[in-house]
T-cell receptor, first 112, second 111 residues
Framework: SQTIHQWPATLVQPVGSPLSLECTVE??????LYWYRQAAGRGLQLLFY??????ISSEVPQNLSASRPQDRQFILSSKKLLLSDSGFYLC???????????FGPGTRLTVT | AQSVTQLGSHVSVSEGALVLLRCNYS??????LFWYVQYPNQGLQLLLK??????LVKGINGFEAEFKKSETSFHLTKPSAHMSDAAEYFC?????????FGKGTRLSVIA
């Protein structure tokens, strides 16, 4: 069966510090991968998605970037965090020919 | 372009009462429709989905939803609410883009 992992589970970082969140998927090949953010009291915002290694689509201009160095690994990064980057970050995957997405457990990021 | 509107950001029901969470969508192509549930500090879990075929779909935990093309709706129902149903519920649509989510409806269940 397929599983999706995210780490860390929680993170507290000062403003201006770098960020690296990692997501990995097991049990499937060539998945589509997604990064979302949930700010407090708001819905899901799609940040990035990837249909293959090195292929990243950005949905909104922001302080963040994404990379996919391996087929089942998706990384969310920032060089300098802003207070507004605080939120709950979710990684998800879908089959390459499917729309339904499966979500990881999330990372709670607090920027202080 | 596709979009989803969830009517009511917060719904409260009594334990044992009917749960009805409303979702309307807009899509320029035949839609694929989904409901997800999110418990506090967790990821989203797929409740049910509509792709093609039968318009009444059943999901986990006793939930079901009916696709009504004429009303562009995909409302989520459950005959009898349990305390464990308290969570955030998201409706989503896909067709020619990745999933587009609604803003969510928080369901509270009162004992």
């Amino acid at each position: 069966s397929q599983t999706i992992h995210q780490w860390p589970a929680t993170l507290v970082q000062p403003v201006g510090s770098p960020l690296s969140l990692e997501c990995t998927v097991e049990g499937t090949s060539n998945p589509n991968l997604y990064w979302y953010r949930q700010a407090a009291g708001r819905g899901l915002q799609l940040l990035f998605y990837s249909v293959g290694i090195g292929q990243i689509s950005s949905e909104v201009p922001q302080n963040l970037s994404a990379s996919r160095p391996q087929d089942r690994q998706f990384i969310l990064s920032s060089k300098k965090l802003l207070l507004s980057d605080s939120g709950f970050y979710l990684c998800a995957w879908s089959g390459s020919a499917s729309y339904e997405q499966y979500f990881g457990p999330g990372t709670r990021l607090t920027v202080t | 372009a596709q979009s989803v509107t969830q009517l009511g950001s917060h719904v409260s029901v009594s334990e044992g009462a009917l749960v009805l969470l409303r979702c309307n969508y807009s899509s320029s192509v035949p839609p694929y429709l989904f409901w997800y549930v999110q418990y506090p500090n967790q990821g989203l879990q797929l409740l049910l989905k509509y792709t093609t075929g039968a318009t009444l779909v059943k999901g986990i935990n006793g939930f079901e939803a009916e696709f009504k093309k004429s009303e562009t709706s995909f409302h989520l129902t459950k005959p009898s609410a349990h305390m464990s149903d308290a969570a955030e519920y998201f409706c989503a649509v896909a067709g020619n883009t990745p999933l587009v989510f609604g803003k969510g409806t928080r369901l509270s269940v009162i004992a």
